[in-house]
């Protein structure tokens, strides 16, 4: 089956999405995306194929995902999330442990961002969340951004908590893209909750990253917007 699927992938290459895919995605020496190899195929694409695949086996699943080309990870982790959305109790289990296992190979933030609330969000609804603290706590940027963007399925469920108290060990995180993703995250609070979000950012918005309180307080009105950055609040 994995021949034939990436058989189907390279049909849909496109050199020119590729190069743009590149820049977009920071593959540079030294940038964050460092050697990401890019076909050029599109997600809606690789949604397309990831229903016709979505019975591919774990072996298969792995051999996808801890391949250098990004749309064979991407197309991994969307088939994952096919079989945890179809699965039972036992199978989530699994498949929730197999996603935590290759967190460096979920690594760039489209593949974070269009899976971890619905599978480790999701999975973690009504269990015990210490797992998001340990990988908030972790070295590797891409557990951390999973730890924050997976409470995204407790926001949308009216949750906020888990996403204040993950955004604060966060703060002092060195790197844009947990900056972002924070600020993401607290603008969504924010969205259904703006009294606990100004809240938050009484406390912190002095000494939080800049880029992290720009996207929090991006649904404010303009004036607020400017006192805040200004630090005049």
Do not use: C
């Amino acid at each position: 089956m994995i021949k034939s699927l990436r058989k189907e992938l390279k049909n849909l290459a496109d050199i020119q999405k590729a190069k743009i895919l590149r820049g977009f995605f920071k593959t540079a020496p030294g940038e964050y995306g460092e050697g990401d190899v890019f076909l050029g195929v599109t997600v809606p694409q690789l949604r397309a194929l990831s229903k016709k695949f979505e019975t591919l086996g774990s072996r298969g699943i792995r051999r996808l995902l801890i391949s250098k080309i990004h749309e064979e990870r991407l197309l991994a982790l969307l088939i994952l999330l096919h079989q945890f959305q179809a699965a039972d109790g036992s199978g989530q289990k699994r498949l929730f442990n197999f996603y935590l296992q290759h967190t460096r190979h979920i690594n760039n933030w489209d593949l974070v961002d269009l899976t971890a609330p619905n599978i480790v969000g999701e999975y973690l609804e009504k269990r015990n969340r210490k797992v998001l603290y340990t990988l908030a706590r972790s070295k590797l940027l891409w557990a951390r951004r999973i730890a924050i963007v997976a409470t995204f399925h407790f926001i949308r469920n009216g949750r906020f908590s888990d996403t204040l108290r993950i955004a604060k060990i966060l703060l002092k995180d060195p790197e844009p893209l947990i900056h972002k993703a924070t600020g993401w995250m607290l603008r969504e609070v924010g969205k259904r909750d703006e009294t606990l979000l100004k809240r938050f950012l009484k406390t912190h918005y002095h000494t939080m990253p800049r880029t992290a309180l720009r996207y929090a307080i991006e649904k404010f009105p303009a004036e607020l917007r400017k006192k805040y950055l200004a630090g005049t609040i």
